[in-house]
């Protein structure tokens, strides 16, 4: 783009890992509606941070309550929306923060727009797992009940497909695996990137 400088810092990345200890991975959460990604995050963020690491959860219902509002659900919509949610994440990597974002982001391709957008070798995609029936059963934000009804259009699982990822370096099936279970999952990818467990 034109007229644009990027000033540099006086603080490189890798003085950052130094200071913080940590390797800044984005582990990003994908997974229908309902499939238990907010829920997961969230467990792994209490994790990090009893274990003094630093990390940020940047969740899909606040960024698009803020940052977002201006996107609806069309699939040129979804795009944008990831777009900006990766580079929001890198910001939060290149400031040496573990990063946890969870997002619906249903195709390979908008998935691959998360994953270029991020240091490389520094990005984990998790797969959380459910089958559709067991995601309306559960409906905990009522979208599904909605979608049905006609209320809302183009909802992932409904009216518009979700493409399940191709090579995700982890997949958790929360239909049969419990949050405990899964956490330990979780905590085993982290532990590749040297995030483990310390007093």
């Given at each position: 783009?034109?007229?644009?400088?990027?000033q540099?810092?006086?603080?490189?990345?890798?003085?950052?890992?130094?200071?913080?200890q940590?390797?800044?991975?984005i582990?990003?959460?994908?997974?229908l509606?309902g499939?238990?990604?907010?829920?997961?995050?969230?467990?792994?963020e209490?994790?990090?941070?009893?274990?003094?690491?630093?990390?940020?959860l940047?969740?899909?219902?606040?960024?698009?309550?803020?940052i977002?509002?201006d996107?609806?659900?069309?699939?040129?919509?979804?795009?944008?929306?990831i777009?900006?949610?990766?580079a929001?994440t890198?910001?939060f990597q290149?400031?040496g923060l573990?990063?946890?974002?969870t997002f619906?982001?249903?195709?390979n391709?908008?998935?691959?727009i998360?994953?270029?957008?991020?240091?490389?070798?520094?990005?984990?995609e998790?797969?959380?797992?459910a089958?559709?029936?067991?995601?309306?059963?559960?409906?905990?934000?009522g979208?599904?009940?909605?979608?049905?009804?006609?209320?809302?259009?183009?909802?992932?699982g409904?009216?518009?497909?979700?493409?399940?990822?191709?090579h995700p370096?982890?997949?958790?099936?929360?239909?049969?695996?419990?949050?405990?279970?899964?956490?330990?999952?979780?905590?085993v990818?982290a532990?590749?990137?040297g995030?483990q467990?310390?007093?």
């Open positions: 783009m034109h007229n644009l400088y990027s540099p810092g006086k603080i490189a990345f890798e003085e950052r890992c130094q200071q913080y940590q390797q800044p991975v582990f990003w959460f994908t997974g509606s499939a238990g990604k907010t829920t997961l995050a969230q467990e792994f209490k994790w990090l941070f009893d274990r003094r690491y630093l990390a940020a940047l969740d899909a219902d606040m960024i698009r309550k803020h977002n509002a996107l609806g659900f069309s699939m040129e919509d979804r795009r944008e929306n777009r900006r949610a990766s929001i890198r910001l290149e400031a573990i990063a946890l974002a619906i982001s249903p195709t391709s908008i998935r691959k998360a994953r270029d957008a991020a240091r490389e070798g520094l990005f984990a998790i797969y959380v797992k089958d559709i029936e067991t995601c309306v059963a559960r409906d905990p934000k979208f599904y009940r909605k979608a049905l009804q006609g209320d809302i259009k183009d909802y992932t409904i009216a518009s497909a979700f493409e399940p990822p191709q370096e982890l997949v958790l099936d929360t239909g049969s695996d419990d949050v405990e279970t899964c956490l330990k999952k979780i905590i990818l532990n590749r990137f995030i467990d310390r007093e």
